[in-house]
């Protein structure tokens, strides 16, 4: 379902902060779970009253979907529900009947109503999460402040970040895979990502095939590494397509090109295996792309199966799950480094949150899919040396460019 913009007269700064109850002129109190209300706000002023969905076509592989939320007052908030291709995300409509009617500072009070249901499957979750998103991004703009000033204030002005070219590589061949970490080491990145195992065969599949597959999977990250020289990380996502024996196997015969990390050979919820696979290779191991939640984040740390957590504020709760989670992390030593194969609100979103994380590493970018990716949203997107600045506008910082979006609607 694509949007088309509703035209709305644009709101005065004093208009936003008569509309969050008086906000610019009382304190903020925060919740010790960071929730914001606007002190003494008055009843009956900034209203939540229209969910909208855009979609823009990427890729064959990819579909970048957002949300708008629309108040009483005009003024909106942006979140992000990317899932895949898909075009349309049908769980949207129950978890916006949560914030219907209902102030944007009400966070907690949409977590308490939504988030039972939000941990039912990946559609709900990112439903819930993409909504989440657009609370904080309407918060922000209320207050005309940055979310991470809103939850804490940030640690750090630049984010380094590391080039997945996963999607962009439709020759996967090791030569494919070279060109183009090649490439993204030219625009300034010092870190570079792909998933060389993908349409990995079934382990039942016959053992000539799988160990062709185990091969070219090798030899593809052995070309990475000859094009981009010793200097570069090269971390590796293996999907989960490996048993306890082929992943160690493989993480054996790749330990020459000395992998930052080694990401999910097998499927993240299966904590034994991860632990086990974690203590068997010299790798540090890095999953969670698609967990939600404190719970399902926790077993994870606690057994440190992985040394690297990796939330996506699309699908883990959204940015005050995001905070929860690394918190959870930080208590056992772990690394958050946020799963973003995602679009520039997302990557927005996903600045906000780590721009204030003590243990943040590092945040993913998906590069080379789209030329015109940056230039989605106002300010644009810009990578520089491999980082992206930490979004210092209101709310999110970003704001949709609709001319962009209708041209790849």
């Known amino acids: 379902m694509k949007r088309a913009r509703a035209t709305t007269a644009p709101v005065t700064r004093r208009q936003a902060m008569a509309a969050a109850g008086g906000a610019a002129f009382l304190p903020l109190a925060v919740s010790p779970a960071l929730g914001i209300q606007p002190s003494g706000a008055a009843e009956g002023k ?20 957002f949300v708008h939320l629309r108040t009483n007052l005009g003024l909106a908030g942006l979140g992000e529900c990317s899932l895949g291709k898909r075009r349309e995300l049908p769980a949207l409509g129950e978890a916006f009947e949560a914030v219907r009617g209902r102030s944007p500072f009400d966070i907690e009070a949409y977590r308490a109503a939504a988030r039972e249901r939000a941990a039912g499957g990946i559609f709900e979750a990112t439903a819930f999460s993409a909504i989440e998103q657009a609370l904080w991004d309407l918060v922000g703009r209320a207050v005309d402040a940055p979310v991470h000033a809103l939850t804490g204030g940030k640690l750090r002005d630049s984010l380094p970040a590391y080039a997945n070219i996963n999607r962009a590589t439709r020759e996967r061949t090791p030569e494919g895979f070279a060109a183009n970490a090649r490439a993204a080491v030219e625009d300034g990145f010092t870190a570079i990502k792909a998933a060389p195992f993908d349409g990995f065969p079934a382990l039942d599949a016959p053992a000539s095939e799988v160990a062709a597959a185990a091969d070219l999977g090798v030899a593809c990250v052995e070309a990475i590494r000859e094009a981009v020289g010793a200097e570069i990380d090269i971390l590796i996502d293996c999907h989960s397509f490996f048993d306890f024996e082929l992943a160690v196997d493989v993480a054996r015969r790749l330990q020459p090109q000395r992998l930052a990390w080694y990401e999910e050979p097998v499927a993240p919820t299966d904590v034994a295996a991860t632990k086990a696979i974690a203590s068997g290779i010299e790798q540090r191991m890095a999953g969670g792309e698609f967990l939600f939640g404190i719970e399902g984040f926790g077993p994870l740390c606690r057994e440190q199966a992985v040394d690297v957590i990796m939330p996506d504020v699309k699908h883990c709760g959204g940015l005050l799950e995001g905070r929860k989670i690394a918190a959870v992390a930080e208590l056992d030593g772990i690394a958050v ?29 998906q590069w080379g899919e789209a030329a015109w990716r940056g230039d989605l949203v106002d300010p644009p997107e810009r990578f520089e040396n491999g980082s992206i ?21």
């Open 46 to 65: 900034l209203r939540i009253e229209e969910l909208e969905l855009t979609s823009v076509r990427v890729s064959e592989r990819t579909t970048w979907m």
């Open 337 to 365: 480094s946020p799963h973003n194969p995602s679009g520039p609100v997302a990557t927005a979103a996903s600045a906000q949150l780590c721009a204030g994380l003590p243990n943040f590493e590092i945040l993913e970018m």
């Open 389 to 409: 600045a930490a979004p210092d506008g209101p709310g999110l910082g970003v704001e949709l460019n609709d001319a962009v979006a209708q041209e790849h609607a």
